[in-house]
């Protein structure tokens, strides 16, 4: 069974979608067969990997939340899933994905929806290791969704007031989907990003991100603030690809290391 991860934040902007990618492109180039998700309406994850006009695309995750709808006509339930390399699938999305999360707020059980597309995906013979969830940057039904069928949360955040302060509401919804759909959801642990050590801001934060939930929750590999790693969204490529011997491409590599430790070891309580 694949093990899941989604990766949450209540704000843009931090990271979010570019720890995805690194963390997929990341397993992938270790023999990891990876599959990623995306759950945005923007579809910056989709973008990142060489879809240029997203709106364009047949086939995403919009119409994969319309087929669970009808539990006896799945259809072809693995028809919208792009392959980037060997190990590495993706399912885009696009603005379809802003209606799906207002169908999903008023049908029955659509908080499932995606673990039920996860377990037909699993049926039919697709096999992966690792499946990654972008998810919007909201409290929505699909953030729900992505939760409620994952095994682990990744928590990106960057090392600015705004972000750490919403830290506690977004740990209060993690604990509320443990209680009512996912009583194994584990958090991996929250993950610093666009870190810049030299101001007094960001080296203020990181400590206080690491003494309020270093303990309890777990600190991941610190990723640095750099120019290439903007870079990725646009560029179609990787930071393995674009600087494979930066320190962004270390700090992530570091991430993936971290991942397969705590998940193929039974991972951590959190």
Not at 152 to 178: D, F, S, W
Request: with cysteine; net charge neutral.
């Amino acid at each position: 069974m694949a093990y899941v991860i989604s990766s949450i934040s209540m704000k843009g902007g931090v990271g979010k979608t570019t720890s995805v990618l690194c963390l997929g492109t990341g397993l992938a180039d270790r023999g990891k067969k990876v599959l990623m998700l995306d759950l945005d309406a923007q579809g910056s994850l989709s973008i990142a990997m060489g879809c240029d006009y997203p709106d364009q695309i047949p086939v995403t995750m919009a119409d994969m939340f319309q087929k669970m709808k009808d539990t006896r006509r799945n259809g072809n339930i693995a028809e919208g899933i792009l392959s980037a390399s060997e190990y590495l699938d993706y399912l885009p999305a696009n603005r379809k994905m802003a209606l799906t999360e207002q169908e999903l707020a008023l049908t029955e059980g659509g908080e499932q929806f995606l673990k039920r597309f996860l377990a037909l995906l699993s049926a039919c013979g697709k096999a992966y290791d690792y499946i990654l969830l972008d998810a919007p940057p909201s409290p929505g039904m699909v953030t729900v969704n992505a939760l409620a069928a994952s095994d682990g949360v990744l928590i990106p955040t960057q090392a600015e007031y705004l972000a750490a302060k919403g830290m506690e509401q977004l740990l209060q919804t993690v604990l509320q989907i443990r209680r009512m759909w996912n009583p194994k959801l584990q958090i991996l642990g929250i993950l610093p990003t666009m870190v810049n050590p030299y101001t007094r801001d960001g080296k203020e934060v990181l400590q206080l991100l690491t003494e309020t939930y270093g303990d309890s929750i777990g600190i991941l590999p610190v990723v640095p603030y750099s120019v290439r790693a903007k870079e990725i969204s646009s560029r179609g490529k990787s930071i393995y690809q674009l600087d494979r011997g930066g320190k962004v491409a270390e700090a992530y590599s570091h991430l993936v290391s971290e991942i397969l430790m705590r998940t193929e070891s039974g991972g951590q309580e959190g």
